[in-house]
């Protein structure tokens, strides 16, 4: 088997191509060259997703059995599209990674593979990148545009010869955006610890692995395949993320939960300032079970919180981007708020 990874530095890619070379393929990637040193084994091939005569370049490098695109976060539908029509004549199938994000619904409601995506246009360019809205943490244009590369690819290879993938947040060793590494930091720290909302409350990451093997087995696929990625509804709960956490760095630190409303009033930006932390109904409450029936596992939560400690334990570091700066509260705005939840109660408090 020999395939394409687009991207393959950092992250999912890293690990589509590391689980592609465990399998005996042949993997080609596909990277700028900008942030990481390819894996070994692998053939690196360094060009710009932007520039047409590099993926003319890239396409000489065929032909694959698969392509499996990893790196288009932040590209518009123009681009991939473009890309995707240069790679046609040299690719057998297009593996694409796409996000739940492309569903209208996103995060408010529960969501199926049948749930309605937001119309995009595969021709949508540079318009279609905007910046989420800082205080609810929704990136509608991100959606919109991943909805609309999703067109890009099966208007180019035709349905029967795509897959589309749809994870949650992707969680693991390599993660880069600051999100769980942010938590495990922050336990490791101790002493109070600002825990958001209810301990009860549903959280559904998947790992970075997990993604990695399923994109891996739809490239032996045949037919149109369209899958949401994200752990079973209801099996992990903040508390059980916030304990694994605790747990696996030997915290001596305390878990005080405060409400969300109390978090909201104190201005705290949702998803980010306290990574993992939405208060919108739909946000994991992911079905997946059309990729469960095409073979997909999703490990415990409490795994993928081990892995990534003991990789950071080892002294890795996540490779530098800027979404990290926007991750994690500032340490004296936690404390702040926890003295003045401090002060609040004391006042509510019945006179001795
Ligand atoms: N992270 C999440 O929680 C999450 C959740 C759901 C879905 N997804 C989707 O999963 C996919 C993977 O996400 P990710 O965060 O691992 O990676 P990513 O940021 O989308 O891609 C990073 C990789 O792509 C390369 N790259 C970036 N721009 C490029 C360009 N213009 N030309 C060529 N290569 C380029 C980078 O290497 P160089 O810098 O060296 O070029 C790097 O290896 C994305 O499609 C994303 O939308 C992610």
């Known amino acids: ?70 790196s288009a976060s932040e590209l518009s539908p123009h681009v991939v599209r473009s890309g995707a029509r240069t790679l046609e004549p ?20 529960p969501l199926n593979t049948c749930s309605p995506v937001w119309a995009a246009s595969a021709d949508a360019g540079p318009e279609a990148v905007r910046p989420p809205d800082s205080a609810s943490g929704i990136n509608p244009g991100y959606g919109r545009r991943k909805a609309g590369t999703e067109h890009a690819v099966t208007e180019t290879f035709g349905l029967s010869r795509t897959s589309l993938l749809r994870p949650g947040v992707l969680l ?37 692995r997990d993604v990695a093997t399923f994109a891996l087995d739809q490239a ?23 304990q694994a956490c605790m747990d696996v760095t030997g915290s001596t ?17 949702q998803w980010t300032e306290l990574p993992l932390w939405w208060t919108h109904p739909g946000v994991s409450v992911i ?32 490779v530098p981007h800027r979404r990290w700066a926007k991750h994690g509260i500032d340490p004296a705005k936690e404390q702040a708020v926890l003295d003045g939840i401090a002060y609040e109660g004391a006042l509510r408090s019945p006179n001795p």
């Open 1 to 70: 088997m020999r395939i394409l990874v687009l991207g393959g530095g950092w992250f999912l890619g890293r690990a589509v191509v590391s689980g592609a070379l465990e399998r005996g393929w042949e993997v080609t990637t596909f990277t700028r060259g900008l942030s990481s040193v390819p894996v070994p084994g692998a053939v690196a091939v360094h060009g710009d997703r932007e520039r047409p005569e590099d993926l003319a370049r890239l396409a000489g490098e065929g032909p694959w059995d698969a392509v499996i695109d990893t």
């Open 90 to 109: 040299v690719v057998g199938r297009y593996v694409y990674v796409s996000t739940v994000a492309v569903y209208e619904g996103w995060p408010a409601e």
């Open 172 to 208: 693991g060793p390599g993660e880069y955006v600051g999100r769980l590494p942010w938590w495990l930091r922050r336990t490791e720290r101790g002493g109070v610890i600002l825990a958001p909302g209810n301990p009860t409350r549903r959280v559904q990451a998947v790992d970075v």
């Open 220 to 242: 032996l696929h045949v037919g149109h395949q369209v899958h949401n990625l994200g752990s079973p509804i209801g099996r992990e709960t903040m508390g059980g993320f916030l």
């Open 253 to 269: 630190g305390e878990l005080l939960w405060v409400e969300d409303e109390i978090l909201l009033h104190h201005g705290l930006r």
């Open 287 to 318: 079905d997946s079970a059309s990729a469960v029936a095409a073979g997909f596992h999703s490990r415990p939560l409490a795994e993928t919180v081990a892995d990534t400690w003991h990789w950071l334990s080892q002294g890795n570091t996540p």
